[in-house]
C-alpha cells in the first residue's frame, strides 16, 4: 500500500485557504479516500449520524506526480483530523515560503508511511508532509487511523455511490450571507426548521414555537430540473398557504431538519462555492446542499471539484 504525491500551488490554496477551514466546521474527524483519479473527503458516511458531507477533487486540482497503488483496485481510505491536517499543510506552507521560488524552491510532498513512534513498540500510520530545502528537510506526520480493509473500503465506495443520487428539483440561492444571517437570528428560537421547496423556484424556510413563528421566503429562484409555472391565483396568498398548496398538488416538498444542522452546513461559505443549490430527495430522504464552483475568470463549472453534503430529516415529510 503506497500514496506519494506533491501538492501544487492551487492545490495549497484550495486546500488551506478555503477547503479544510469549512471541513473543520464539519466535524474534528472525517474519513480521506484516495483512488487512482480522485481525492475525497468524506463526512458521516458510514454512520448516519449528523450531516453527510463529500468534498471530491480530481487529482490534477490539488497534486503533481501522484502516485498510488494497493491490493484494493489502487484505493486507500482512512480516518484523519482534519485540524491537524490543516495545521500540517499550514505550517508546511510556510516553511516553504521561506525558501521562495528560484532552483532552490520547495516542493511539499506528501506521502503515507508507517513509523515507530516513541515509547512504543508497535509501528503507526502516518501521513507524511515532507518539505525539503537546499540543505534540509522539514518532515510533518499526521497520525491516522489504520488503513480500511477491502470490506471496510467497498462499504465506502457504496455509501458514497448512494450519496450521489440528485434531487429532482434544486433552486439557486442567491445569497448565502442573507440566509446565514437569518438562521443565526433563529438559532435562539427553536431547534427545528421546516424547509419546503416548490418547482416553482420557491424555498420556503420556516421555524415554529409555541410563542413565536419565523420565516423567511425565496421566490422565482432559479431551478434545475423539474419545474413548473405558479398558478396564477396564488400570487397574493400568504407564503404558508402558497407552500401548502404546492404540496398538495405535488408541486413541492416540506422536510423538517435541525437548525444546528442547517446552520453548520451554511459554514461551507469558507470554501467560497460560485452558486449553492438546495434540493429535497425523493419521499423527502434528505435536505441536500450542492455548492458549484467556476473555473476561475468565467461562468463554467469547474467539474474537478465537487461538493455536496445531506441533512438528515428529523421529520419524514411530505410530497
Known sequence: MKFKAYLT????NLLEKRFL???DKMGKICHLYLTREYVIFLHNLLNGDGIQSIAQFRKEALFDDYRISSQNDDRIA???DISLLHRAVRSSVSICSEFGNGPTANRLQIKLVKKLPLNCTQSMPFLTFETKGYKSAVIQDVPISKPMSRGQVLELQ???DMAQDLPQTLVQVPDLNQLQNFVDRMKNVGDLLNVSISKYGDL???IFTTLITLGAEYRKLFVIGEQANAPAEDQNLSAQTRSTRAISRGDAQS?????KHFAKSLQYHLAKPDCTFYGIAPQGACLTVIFQFFIPGSRQTDKSISLHCRLPVLDPGTS
Open 255 to 259: 422536510v423538517q431538519v435541525s437548525v
Open 158 to 160: 457504496t455509501a458514497l
Open 78 to 80: 482512512f480516518a484523519i
Open 9 to 12: 500551488d492551487n492545490g495549497v
Open 21 to 23: 477551514p469549512a471541513l
Open 204 to 206: 420556503h424556510v420556516q
